[in-house]
């Protein structure tokens, strides 16, 4: 292959990471639907926590922040898959409120509050006190720290199989879905030498291979579906 076909590929394959990227983290964005659909059937948001969603949300809104073109241009495809996350979670999040004791209403508010305060203050922080490229290396390093921080939840899960030698709350699809997405943005960073993407997902595909390595180890053991899917959000 000639050189100018050598770059002219380029672009194609980084796009069509990114798209499917985008397009698989859609299929973890939905799935606690059928939590809050239950939640709404019974109008109580049982034994259920709102902390994952509060996290997810300030996770999406910082790596939407990293990928819009005042902090890091040429990666806009960040940007849509966090915009959509943020949506999704702040709708799971208010049905949550809605739905929610009192304590846990006023609760799950505050830290609503609280996460459009800290995001609020890395914006002005980002524009008033960083000009670029220290302001994508600011943001950069703020995305990772939050992706690592939500690695917390597939090892928990990770460790639970183990532990219980049962993949019934380890769903095949969302772990699979889970690797190829975090291939696809590990992929896309690639790309685009963006270390602020390859490397937290490349993390994150190694979390999803290691998902499936124990769903196929111990799936015998689970004898009904899982029913409180896993949710992750990536950048």
Same mark, same amino acid.
Request: a positive charge.
């Given at each position: *292959?000639?050189?100018?076909?050598?770059?002219s590929t380029y672009p194609v394959c980084s796009s069509a990471a990114g798209i499917t990227g985008n397009l698989l983290a859609f299929v973890l964005f939905v799935?606690?639907?059928p939590?809050?659909? @239950?939640?709404? @059937?019974?109008?109580?948001?049982?034994?259920?926590?709102?902390?994952?969603y509060i996290y997810s949300l300030l996770n999406c809104l910082i790596c939407l922040w990293y990928?819009?073109?005042?902090?890091? &241009?040429?990666?806009? +495809? !960040?940007?849509?898959?966090?915009s959509v996350g943020a949506i999704?979670?702040?709708?799971?999040?208010?049905?949550?409120?809605?739905?929610?004791? %009192?304590?846990?209403?006023?609760?799950m508010l505050g830290l609503l509050l609280a996460v459009f305060a800290v995001?609020?203050? #890395?914006?002005f922080l980002s524009i008033k006190v960083f000009?670029?490229?220290? @302001?994508? +290396?600011?943001?950069?390093?703020?995305?990772?720290?939050?992706? !690592?921080? *939500? =690695?917390?939840?597939? +090892?928990?899960? !990770?460790?639970?199989? #183990?532990?219980? %030698?049962?993949?019934?709350? *380890? &769903?095949?699809y969302l772990s699979l879905a889970t690797f190829l997405m975090s291939l696809s943005f590990f992929a896309y960073g690639m790309f685009k030498?963006?270390?602020?993407?390859?490397? &937290?997902?490349?993390?994150?595909?190694?979390?999803?291979?290691?998902?499936?390595?124990?769903? =196929?180890?111990?799936?015998r053991n689970s004898g009904k579906e899982p029913r409180r899917p896993l949710l992750e959000s990536y950048a």
């Open positions: *292959m000639s050189e100018g076909g050598l770059f799935s606690p639907i939590t809050f659909t @239950r939640i709404i @059937r019974s109008k109580s948001t049982e034994q259920f926590s709102g902390l994952p990928g819009t073109p005042i902090v890091s &241009p040429g990666i806009i +495809l !960040i940007a849509t898959v966090n999704f979670q702040l709708i799971y999040i208010i049905v949550f409120i809605t739905y929610a004791e %009192k304590t846990k209403k006023v609760k995001f609020g203050a #890395i914006v000009e670029p490229p220290n @302001r994508q +290396l600011f943001i950069g390093y703020l995305s990772v720290f939050s992706l !690592i921080s *939500m =690695f917390a939840s597939p +090892l928990f899960i !990770i460790n639970l199989v #183990i532990k219980t %030698k049962s993949v019934e709350y *380890m &769903p095949f030498q963006d270390p602020f993407i390859s490397v &937290p997902n490349g993390i994150g595909a190694i979390l999803g291979i290691i998902q499936l390595v124990l769903y =196929f180890c111990y799936s």
